[in-house]
């Protein structure tokens, strides 16, 4: 369907979870109020509004959280959903840990696409930013998750505590088949407090090491990042710049929680309660009218930074980033 913007929505991010095996200092270094196991939707749940969004034109599900490998049965769920006819593209954002001894499985089920953060590639910095020591082997798992055909992303949020990196992380994409992306923080949660950079430093950085970096066309218009290739990187560079290039006018995407909120922009605190309604009874019918009014009144652009909203005390675990 589209919004009334004129914008396809197409996309919706599920999130499964508020828990994390990590406290990532821009995220929720102090952990966050654990929600109790009955305010989760269950997988039922999660399939049947998949199933009636798909009704309304998604065609892609992101999986997320806080960290969905932490919540069992990831697997089942992504089988489930891969049975719905409409959706074509089931992918999963994760912080990787858990990933290696599930990647079989979550393969199996129909996964199709995996983003992976990745704020460093050194174990006492892994520390330092997620609160963990226990850092992935990430070439190892990159290419794990290449050779089992999913296309692969990473994911850097830029910080202060990482800036030294950003050329060596980049230098993945040399090696790997994959798309190495920069994200500048958002004034989420604990983001608001952290330093970081933007990404036309990123881009200056990279040009810096290899001259002939050049803008690539991506087959999907709605993706927030602008792609960056080189003769000699095998996979790609991407910038997401939300704070210094607003991309809302090509966004594609709405958001549901844990809790079962449609959120259909992460910078708004407003969001429609889908779990009241579903454990109320309510049919497919009114559902998908709530759910159709919701989107359409999706909002033109972000509002980080306007103070008109209380988002900014949200932190992404809860959201679904
Ligand atoms: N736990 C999984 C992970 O870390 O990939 C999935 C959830 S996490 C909230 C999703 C993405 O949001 C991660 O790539 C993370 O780096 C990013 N993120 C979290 N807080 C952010 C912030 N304040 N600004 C920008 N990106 C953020
Ligand atoms: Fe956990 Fe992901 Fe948030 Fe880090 S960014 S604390 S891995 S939910």
């Not at 953060?117 to 997620?130: G, N």
């Not at 290739?229 to 991407?238: L, N, R, Y």
Request: charged share 25%; hydrophobic share 35%; with cysteine.
């Amino acid at each position: 369907m589209t919004d009334q913007f004129e914008r396809r929505i197409n996309y919706l991010r599920v999130s499964i979870t508020d828990r994390c095996n990590l406290n990532c200092l821009y995220c929720m270094p102090n952990g966050v109020p654990l929600l109790q196991h009955a305010d989760i939707l269950r997988y039922e749940e999660i399939v049947r509004l998949v199933r009636i969004a798909a009704s309304l034109g998604i065609t892609k599900v992101r999986i997320t959280g806080g960290e969905p490998l932490v919540r069992r049965g990831c697997a089942d769920l992504i089988r489930m959903l891969h049975d719905i006819p409409e959706i074509e593209t089931i992918a999963l954002t994760t912080n990787g840990v858990l990933l290696p001894e599930l990647l079989p499985d979550l393969v199996q089920a129909g996964l199709q696409a995996v983003n992976i953060s990745l704020d460093t590639l050194q174990p006492e910095r892994f520390q330092a930013i997620t609160g963990r020591e226990n850092m992935p082997d990430w070439q190892t798992l990159l290419r794990a998750c290449v050779q089992a055909g999913l296309k692969t992303k990473t994911n850097t949020v830029l910080l202060a505590e990482n800036r030294e990196e950003w050329e060596d992380i980049a230098a993945l994409a040399q090696e790997l088949p994959i798309s190495v992306r920069f994200i500048e923080q958002m004034p989420l949660g604990q983001g608001s407090v952290c330093a970081s950079g933007d990404a036309e430093q990123v881009l200056r950085l990279l040009r810096r090491r290899w001259s002939d970096v050049h803008p690539v066309q991506t087959q999907d218009s709605s993706a927030p990042a602008r792609y960056y290739g080189s003769e000699q990187w095998i996979g790609q560079v991407g910038l997401i710049a939300p704070m210094t290039h607003r991309f809302c006018r090509s966004c594609n995407r709405v958001r549901l929680t844990s809790i079962g909120q449609l959120k259909p922009c992460l910078s708004y605190g407003t969001h429609t309660d889908l779990r009241s309604l579903l454990r109320s009874g309510a049919s497919d019918d009114v559902l998908r009218e709530v759910m159709r009014q919701s989107i359409y009144h999706k909002p033109e652009t972000h509002c980080f930074g306007s103070g008109k909203t209380d988002a900014e005390r949200q932190t992404m675990n809860r959201i679904g980033g």
